[in-house]
């Protein structure tokens, strides 16, 4: 099974510089693919890899954001990412626990899974139309962070059954997230840039030691390892090496894992006889995410108002992260994981083809020029001269 | 003089390449200005983390700028002037573009380009030749 998953990421990886689709995307659907192909259920080895990964995913999306920029924008980031947020969150969660009678921690699962937008998808939109460097890009990426501080809030926290270990779990990540920004310098001059690679280990040690406590206290160790990426964020951005080194160890080694996992552990038969309920859970996500961040976006992003609703319409990682954490701790079924992460993967899909088709930035910019000329149809022609 | 303004597009594939000396030969023959357009392809659509874009477009980078310092080196070994604009967008699209609004009259590329996705769905060249505002030249 090893050798075969091995080939399978090593495949995914070959197919995703060819055709220029996300890896995760295609690691995602190979997973699919060969698990019900071959008849093969999640290793344990697996399913420990892709639990840690998850971890390694969240950390990382914390570093990722420009917090410097978050604090200069932070009002009209905070309202369009809580409305982001709770709107799909109440609709999904209700339409499926009244409309389709999943109890209320099913509910809940899926009302987190299909609340999140997708960082990177809406970063490399905004890198792509150059509206990264312009205020409503800025707003966007800071928007989309509170989405996600919130999924991760509401997953770690809706989901606790407190034990007396949670005093130690709270206690450990308080200490973690202080103590890690202040004694990182030191620990990575002594001991960094090496090949043996100390200052990933550290991190690895961290996120194992709040994995544990979490698991221990009966919670969720995915809000403290958000936060302390967050934390050791501006420390990345100053040593852009150490970065680039954890993330090409996750990038080889885990992140294939945790997707492939997410992938094989979904039902095609399911998905196949629930189509109906694929397209109402769908519309119970983007629905509410226009109905509430439309208005917003045209106060604070104009004039790229239904581009920027579209983009918080977006989820992937942690749409798959809450997904998997509900199917690994035996709150949703197989099938609800299925519909989960095919309405997942849908939502990173169709709003940004939709945004980047008929809604691009540079079609407001140069709409004047564009009638002197010659018009290309960008649905049908290739990337051929470009990388 | 036949050709006033020549643009040439590269991506560093083997047809690129081929296209690129043809059109620097022509450039030198006719005394034409000479302009390589370099076309950032896109970013890995519906990416998972912020770490494989921002790698992606650091290599993209790092690939485009010795494209262009190796294509303004075999054009000063050919006696020939060149400028090396390097843009992101759809290839099709800004080579076309690109040649109309820079009054260029003659396009000059390859016929194919790196990926599978440059064959998915017709190839650029295909598309150039039938949008382009001035004659098109497809090198093999």
């Known amino acids: 099974v090893a050798a075969l998953l091995a080939a399978t990421v090593l495949i995914a990886s070959m197919i995703s510089v060819e055709i220029g689709l996300s890896v995760a995307l295609i690691e995602l659907v190979a997973g699919v693919v060969v698990a019900n192909s071959f008849d093969l259920d999640v290793p344990s080895w697996l399913a420990f890899l892709g639990t840690f990964a998850g971890m390694v995913l969240t950390f990382q999306a914390g570093a990722e954001v420009d917090v410097p920029q978050f604090r200069r924008e932070w009002k009209a980031s905070v309202s369009i990412g809580l409305v982001s947020f709770f709107a799909p969150f109440a609709v999904v969660g209700l339409v499926a626990y009244y409309g389709l009678g999943w109890d209320r921690r099913e509910a809940e699962i899926a009302g987190l899974a299909l609340s999140t937008t997708s960082l990177a998808v809406v970063y490399a939109v905004l890198v792509e139309t150059g509206l990264n460097r312009e205020l409503v890009g800025k707003r966007l990426m800071s928007a989309t962070f509170v989405t996600d501080i919130a999924t991760v809030a509401g997953l770690t926290v809706l989901f606790v059954k407190p034990t007396i270990w949670i005093v130690p779990f709270v206690v450990v990540s308080v200490a973690l997230i202080v103590a890690l920004p202040k004694g990182s310098p030191w620990f990575f001059r002594r001991y960094g840039n090496r090949v043996i690679e100390p200052e990933i280990k550290l991190v690895f040690a961290v996120l194992f030691v709040l994995m544990w406590l979490g698991d221990r206290a009966h919670s969720q160790a995915v809000l403290p390892a958000f936060v302390l990426g967050l934390v050791m964020s501006g420390h990345y951005l100053a040593h852009r090496t150490e970065q680039e080194r954890l993330r090409v160890v996750a990038f080889a080694f885990l992140t294939p894992f945790f997707f492939l996992k997410g992938g094989m552990s979904v039902s095609a038969g399911a998905l196949w006889a629930n189509l109906g309920v694929l397209a109402i859970l769908f519309a119970a996500k983007m629905l509410p995410k226009f109905g509430g961040v439309y208005p917003l976006a045209r106060r604070y992003t104009a004039p790229h108002a239904t581009f920027t609703t579209l983009l918080m319409s977006t989820g992937l990682t942690f749409g798959t992260i809450t997904s998997l954490y509900g199917l690994n701790a035996g709150i949703i079924d197989r099938t609800q994981f299925s519909l989960l992460i095919a309405v997942v993967v849908l939502s990173a899909i169709v709003p940004t083809a939709i945004a980047q088709r008929y809604f691009d930035p540079r079609d407001v910019h140069v709409a004047a020029d564009r009638h002197a000329v010659p018009a290309v149809s960008t649905a049908s022609a290739p990337e051929g001269a470009g990388r | ?140």
């Not at chain 2, 294509?71 to 080579?95: F, Y």
């Not at chain 2, 009054?103 to 194919?112: K, M, S």
């Open chain 2, 1 to 140: 003089m036949p050709f006033r303004k020549i643009l040439v597009a590269i991506d560093g594939s083997e047809a690129s390449d081929h296209a690129f000396a043809k059109a620097v030969e022509l450039a030198a023959l006719t005394h034409a200005k000479l302009t390589a357009l370099a076309v950032e392809g896109p970013l890995p659509a519906y990416a998972a983390t912020v770490g494989e874009v921002e790698e992606v477009k650091r290599e993209k980078d790092a690939f485009f700028r010795g494209l262009a310092a190796a294509a303004r080196a075999r054009a000063e070994e050919a006696g020939v002037e060149i400028a090396v604009d390097v843009q992101p967008g759809h290839p099709a699209e800004l080579i076309t573009r690109v040649a109309h609004e820079g009054d260029y009259d003659l396009i000059v590329l390859g016929h194919r380009g790196h990926f599978v996705r440059d064959r998915l769905l017709g190839s650029t060249a295909d598309r150039v030749a039938e949008h382009a505002s001035c004659p098109v030249m497809i090198v093999r």
